[in-house]
């Protein structure tokens, strides 16, 4: 059974731009979160190598990245119709 999603409601540009700067924002807030934590830890004087700093700053910024491109991608999904495709599917149950 093949569902066809309504070509006017196709994620546009306005999608696609909207969910590159969500990334670039959660980019922005995972760099200055990572540096945020690292000089804590400086203040708090928490002795560590620059490994563990890499570590903890991509940890961090992957982690930001990982749940913007999620909830980015829910969003596309959702303004394009496709949310409504398979609710359609399953209503014919």
Excluded: K, Y
């Amino acid at each position: 059974m093949t569902t066809s999603v309504d070509p006017a409601r196709e994620p546009g540009r306005a999608d696609w731009r909207r969910f590159r700067r969500l990334m670039a924002l959660m980019l922005i807030i995972g760099i200055g979160s990572a540096g945020i934590a690292v000089a804590w830890a400086l203040h708090d004087g928490v002795p560590f190598h620059l490994h563990f700093v890499i570590a903890m700053g991509g940890g961090i910024i992957l982690s930001l990245l990982l749940a913007g491109a999620l909830m980015g991608l829910a969003f596309v999904s959702n303004n394009s119709g496709h949310d409504d495709a398979v609710s359609d599917l399953d209503e014919e149950r």
